[in-house]
Every structure is written in structure tokens, then in C-alpha cells.
């Protein structure tokens, strides 16, 4: 795989960017009439209008040219042909099979029978814990792919959701999480779902251990098998920790955590909306696979809003990318998205070994609209910085009040429109704005945003938008020449938290690390609960 700065398409997008950053958006809404709807593209219950970005119909060629290059058509048909992409853990990368109703993994569709038969055991009330009470409450124990994905859903999917059935989620090794989560329950109709692919993970552990103990404190040690399952690829520690063998879902290793939703990482989330409505999920996803694997890149949604971004990150300079829905239940979209872009992207070896001389990963951020209007927006406005923006909103509500949707869409519409076009400073004047206030109150614009609307937020438009972005990170590290499927990045903190923790509960005074470091340990040796009493 060539370094793509070396290619011949990377230089010429290079060229066409210092020309491009003169051009504003609006005129290049000015030079075509047409351009919303040339620019605008439908998959899967998605209308994605790519209008407002600083291309011109030469840069989309560039960048699909530069596409070509590094062999983005042919890395595609690899990962869905199960060819091993993840080449540092020699693994296949083959999310798209847990939702490929035509796949041959028999596997899939067997644990996603279990998930069904289990999921519905609850729902129906005939699943009951060890005093013969029925389970209302699920709470599922994991981190990262094993929590922000199923936790991002169920709240996107709130409205689709049993309301007789509490559904939480527990991640943070802090016991706060955890307490606040059980406070207001019963032990005796609570089940917990311990969600760790390794089942080795410290944080998801010291939970787990924790719950136990709220369990059996309450039921008794042999309550343990009446109010836990566990979703793993390690079945042996599952089994070590009491766990019913019925009661394990196993998911495989060539799914990678961050892209395990539609695994048995789902879990929680079949409990609470049902197993027709996770079906329609994995239909939405489904969807835009096979728009991924078979459309040509000039069309291709999620290879559109990779490129995008390669855009940006590489040729004009942005390093942050906001994801701004507009929808109260997307709340923790953002948050997820930031494990899948950051956790896959936010590299700087290629797959040959070699540094990177070049940007890679951008950092993702965001929060529902309105409320950033009333936050951040100042600066994607009229800050310094190029933000570019998604914008993320739906045609209907799930609760229809008054005129909150209308409103809501009014906004999300006049974003967008003032992040492009701005207002000049005569356009200030000429509205009555004093004279020595227009430079303040003057929008430059030429702020860059892609907008994806559907009809509503149901489960199939969940799952259409998960998997337009989960290809768009594809096709970015497929550029860049990384990896975009492991994560040694994670590794050194954790293993230096390992040593820490018995230096924080010796009575010695740390001298191992760095001065800052030791300071710490000792300062928190000195005020931790117990120290001082
Ligand atoms: O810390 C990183 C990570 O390995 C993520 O990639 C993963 O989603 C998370 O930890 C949880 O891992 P596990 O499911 O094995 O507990």
C-alpha cells in the first residue's frame, strides 16, 4: 500500500485545496442552481445533503481518484469477503455478517435465537430470579463497546421501549455508577448482564464483583445463577464466575468491540425494545452494507462522508468534528461515535510499521441541538477555528407537542444555513446594525456542515446511521494506511494503572515513577478514606 502522500492524487488535491480555500460556499451555491440536489444523496431512510461543503464536483473527483489509489473498492470487498484487514491481531473484520440475513454464519443466527428466547423470557414476566419473583430489571455491566453502543440505543430508542422494564447500564469502575444504578431496586427481580468480550476487562470485573455481592448479600450465593448472564468470547471465565452456560451469549473475536452492537452486545437492548424491533435495527444496518459493498464511490454514501473528512483533516487544516443531532434521544450519539472514530482512527503507524506523516483520526465531538446553540456554537461561528459539522435531525417527532418540532427543526435548518452563508458586513449594516458593532456581529461563514434528515428516529433509521459511520471510519483509516481495528493505544495506561494500585494501598512512599507521578501517589496515600481518620 502506497503512502498516500506520496501519490500522485494526494498532491493534486493538495494544489486544489489552496485554490478551494478562496471559494465560498456561496458561490458555489451562486454557480449552480442545482447544487442541493446535485449534491444530495438517499440510502436507507437517510437523506444525506452533502450541499454545504466546500467541494466542487472536481474535489469529490479527487478525492474518489485518491480513493482509488489506496485501493478503497478493494479493502471494501476484503473486510465483507473476510479476508484478515485486522492485521496486527491477524483477524477478519466481519461486523456485516451479524446483520447479513444471507450470510453462512450459522453461529449468528443461533445466538441471536438465544438472545430472542432469553430477551422475551423477561419481557413476558416468566423469567424469574431465585425467590420466584419476575425480573424487571436488567442491568448490563460493561465499557466501551460493551456499554456505549447497547446504552447509546436503548436511550435512542426510548420510545420503542417496554416502560414496565428498567434497563441500565453500569461502566465506570468509579462505585458511583454502580450504586446509583441499584439504589432503587430489588435484588430479588434484578438481573445483571455482564457484557465483556475478553471478560478480563479490570473495570467491567470490579463491577461485576461488586453486583455479585449486592446479589448474594440480599439472596445468597446460589442465587448467583438466577441473576446473571454474561455476553463474552471467553466462556471458561464466565463459567468461573457462576454463570449458567444457557445464560452466556457468545460473540467471536473477528467483531470487534466498538462494532458489536448487533452481536450479542445487543442484548440489553432486544430486552428493552423487543426482538422485532432489534430486527428492524439490523435490517437498517443491513442496508447500507450492501450500499457500502456495492455502490460505486461517487455515490457511495459513507465513503462520501469519510472522504469528507480526509478533506478537511488533511487539506484544510480541521482537527475536530462536531456530530450535532437533533434529537433528544441521540443524546449519547456523539459519545458513541467517539469510541468508534477515535478508538479506530487515532493512530499514527501505518500497517506497514511505519510513522505517519500526516493527520490522521479526527476528535469527535458534540451534544444535542438546541443545547449547543446556547454553548459552543459562539465558536463554530465565528471562532477561528474550520469545524466541520453533521447535523442529524428527523421530519417527525416521537412525542408531537405543539410547535417544540417545527422549532426544533427551525433550528437545526437555520444552523446550517448561517454556518455556510454567514451574514456580511454590509448585509449588518444595511439590517441596522451601528457601525462599530458590524465587525462583531458580521458571520463570515463558509463553515462547512453535511446534514442527514429521515422521517423519524425508528430502529431500521438507527441502524442505517450507525452503519453510515461506521464505513465512513473504514474508508478513512483505508486512506491513511492504518489499522482501524485494534487498539494498543489503550494498553499502556492500563497496565500502569495495575502497578499503581498497590503503591496507592502500600504504606511506602512511591518512588518508582517520575516526581509528578510519585507526588500523586503519595498525596492520594495520605487522603485516602482511612488515612487521615
Ligand atoms: O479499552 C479498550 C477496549 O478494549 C475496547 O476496545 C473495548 O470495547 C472495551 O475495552 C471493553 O472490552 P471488553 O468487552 O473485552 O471488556
Known amino acids: 500500500m502506497p503512502n498516500p502522500i506520496d501519490t500522485t492524487e494526494w498532491q493534486s488535491l493538495a494544489e486544489h485545496a489552496g485554490a478551494m480555500e478562496a471559494v465560498h460556499l456561496r458561490e458555489l451555491f451562486a454557480d449552480d442552481p442545482q447544487r442541493a440536489e446535485h449534491l444530495c444523496l438517499n440510502l436507507a431512510g437517510l437523506r444525506v445533503d452533502f450541499s454545504k461543503n466546500r467541494v466542487t ?18 479493502r471494501i470487498q476484503a473486510m465483507f469477503a473476510g479476508e484478515p484487514i485486522n492485521s496486527t491481531e491477524n483477524r477478519p473484520v466481519l461486523h456485516v455478517a451479524l446483520r447479513d440475513p444471507c450470510g453462512d454464519a450459522a453461529a449468528v443466527a443461533t445466538v441471536q435465537q438465544q438472545m430472542a428466547t432469553f430477551a422475551k423470557s423477561i419481557r413476558s414476566g416468566a423469567r424469574s430470579g431465585h425467590t420466584g419473583e419476575p425480573i424487571r430489571n436488567v442491568i448490563n455491566i460493561g465499557i466501551g463497546g460493551s456499554d456505549l453502543g447497547p446504552a447509546m440505543a436503548t436511550q435512542a430508542l426510548r420510545p420503542f421501549c417496554d416502560r414496565a422494564l428498567t434497563v441500565r447500564f453500569v461502566s465506570n469502575v468509579d462505585a458511583s455508577d454502580l450504586v446509583e444504578a441499584v439504589r432503587d431496586l430489588e435484588p430479588a427481580s434484578t438481573l445483571f448482564i455482564v457484557a465483556s468480550k475478553t471478560f478480563t476487562t479490570d473495570e467491567t470485573l470490579t463491577n461485576a464483583a461488586s453486583a455479585r455481592a449486592w446479589i448474594t448479600d440480599s439472596l445468597g450465593e446460589a442465587a448467583v445463577a438466577d441473576h446473571f ?6 466462556p471458561e471465565r464466565t463459567g468461573a464466575f457462576g454463570i449458567r452456560p444457557e445464560n452466556v451469549f457468545e460473540f467471536w473475536d473477528w467483531v470487534g468491540g466498538r462494532y458489536s452492537l448487533c452481536s450479542a452486545i445487543g442484548l440489553p437492548l432486544m430486552v428493552a425494545v423487543g426482538p422485532d424491533h432489534f430486527g428492524a435495527m439490523l435490517q437498517g444496518f443491513n442496508a447500507v452494507d450492501r450500499h457500502f459493498r456495492d455502490t460505486e464511490l461517487e455515490r457511495n454514501v459513507p465513503a462520501l462522508l469519510g472522504l469528507l473528512r480526509i478533506w478537511y483533516g488533511n487539506f484544510l487544516g480541521a482537527t475536530t468534528h462536531a456530530v450535532l443531532p437533533y434529537d433528544q434521544y441521540l443524546a449519547r450519539f456523539p459519545a458513541y461515535l467517539q469510541q468508534l472514530e477515535m478508538e479506530s482512527n487515532g493512530k499514527r503507524t501505518r500497517m506497514d510499521g511505519e510513522a505517519v506523516d500526516y493527520e490522521t483520526g479526527a476528535i469527535v465531538w458534540g451534544e444535542p441541538g438546541t443545547n449547543g446553540q446556547h454553548s459552543f456554537y459562539q465558536l463554530l461561528h465565528q471562532g477561528t477555528r474550520l469545524v466541520p459539522a453533521d447535523f442529524i435531525a428527523f421530519a417527525r417527532s416521537q412525542n408531537p407537542q405543539g410547535e417544540h418540532h417545527d422549532k426544533l427543526f427551525a433550528n437545526v435548518v437555520a444552523q446550517g444555513e448561517a454556518l455556510a452563508f454567514g451574514r456580511t458586513t454590509d448585509e449588518a449594516l444595511a439590517e441596522g446594525i451601528p457601525a462599530e458593532l458590524a465587525a462583531h456581529r458580521t458571520f463570515d461563514g ?12 425508528s430502529p431500521h433509521v438507527l441502524g442505517s446511521l450507525i452503519a453510515l459511520y461506521e464505513h465512513s471510519v473504514f474508508v478513512q483509516g483505508a486512506v491513511w494506511g492504518i489499522n482501524s481495528f485494534d487498539q494498543w493505544g489503550v494498553e499502556l495506561g492500563k497496565s500502569l494503572a495495575r502497578t499503581i494500585l498497590p503503591e496507592l494501598q502500600s504504606g511506602a512512599a512511591a518512588e518508582s515513577h517520575d516526581t ?9 496515600r495520605a487522603n485516602r478514606r482511612g488515612a487521615t481518620e
Open 446 to 457: 463558509n463553515r462547512p456542515s453535511t446534514t442527514i434528515v429521515a422521517e423519524e428516529l
Open 57 to 74: 464536483a472536481d474535489t469529490l473527483s479527487r478525492l474518489t481518484a485518491l480513493a482509488r489509489a489506496m485501493a478503497i473498492p478493494e
Open 516 to 524: 509528578s507521578t510519585n507526588t500523586l501517589i503519595d498525596w492520594y
Open 229 to 234: 448472564a454474561a455476553v463474552s468470547a471467553n
